[in-house]
């Protein structure tokens, strides 16, 4: 056995799927990172390793295998999505018309600001990353549910990983809750006609991230942080403000008002 049929049969193994950036997106695995391996400039760490072996349901021994020996093995349970039969769920999405040039400009982070369904009467702010991975847009929330003002306060810690498309002059933004996986979120953005972004308004809606996953529909207002930020520092901005916290600009405290007007007849978010 030798490190060195690692890649051959590594492609091979991709070769089956419908495409190396699907398998990239599955494992989780950066695409420049992934192209090493299969080149075979790089032998994986230990922990990408096994993501690999858990992906393809092989043992690192097998995926060393001669050639010969390795075409003999039985196709395996997880290793089964074939380029003729792409999910039901891939062709959803990839069927959807976004405008990756029209995204290209909102990569980056921002603070994203709403009132909190958890703890009425507080604004909470999280942070959200929107990056771009081959051919997709994909989006990275933390949310801090802990009072900034309070030593007291108990800690929840929430994560999102999430999907950003760009269609009819909007952003659309579903995020799945992945530490407890009891909660997906969509978000509506108007984009930015300014020649620098400085905020982005919307609605979003979801379900409480505490105990009663009450559906809820509520504005946004993300204020743009830059294309790269010192993400530990950033992260001890994010928590539960009251409402008249300083911490939070008032113009932003005005664009989050959930208040509907008695001509309105329901929620909307306010354009610029």
């Known amino acids: 056995m030798s490190k060195s049929n690692f890649a051959l049969n590594l492609r091979s193994l991709c070769d089956r799927h419908v495409s190396v950036a699907q398998v ?72 959807i018309p976004s405008d990756l040039e029209a995204l290209s ?10 009132h909190s369904p958890g703890f009425p009467g507080k604004i909470v702010r999280s942070l959200t990353h929107i990056f771009r991975d081959q051919d997709m847009f994909y989006s990275k929330t933390i949310e801090h549910l802990w009072d900034k003002g309070s030593r007291q306060s108990q800690h929840h810690r929430f994560k999102y990983d999430g999907i950003v ?64 930020v010192d993400a530990r520092a950033t992260l001890e901005g994010c928590g539960l403000f009251t409402l ?5 600009d008032q113009h932003i405290k005005d664009r989050i008002q959930t208040e509907i007007l008695p001509h309105e007849y329901m929620l909307t978010a306010r354009d610029r």
């Not at 299969?38 to 993501?51: A, D, E, H, T």
């Not at 792409?86 to 959803?92: D, G, I, L, N, P």
């Open 244 to 248: 008249d916290s300083e911490a939070i």
């Open 105 to 114: 400009r909102y990569e980056g982070y921002y603070y994203n600001h709403s």
């Open 24 to 95: 990239c997106r599955s494992l989780e695995i950066n695409r420049q990172q992934f192209n090493k391996y299969l080149s075979g400039q790089i032998y994986p760490s230990k922990f990408n390793l096994n993501r690999i072996c858990d992906f393809f349901k092989m043992s690192e021994d097998q995926l060393q295998l001669n050639q010969s020996s390795f075409n003999n093995l039985p196709v395996s349970a997880g290793d089964t999505q074939k380029k003729s039969g792409s999910s039901r769920k891939e062709r959803v999405v990839n069927g």
């Open 165 to 228: 498309i760009y269609v009819g002059e909007r952003i659309f933004i579903t995020e799945y809750e992945r530490l407890t996986g009891q909660n997906i979120c969509h978000t509506i953005l108007f984009p930015s006609y300014r020649n620098a972004i400085d905020s982005l308004s919307g609605l979003a809606c979801g379900v409480g991230s505490l105990n009663s996953h009450q559906p809820f529909a509520m504005r946004v207002e993300l204020k743009f942080l830059g294309k790269n």
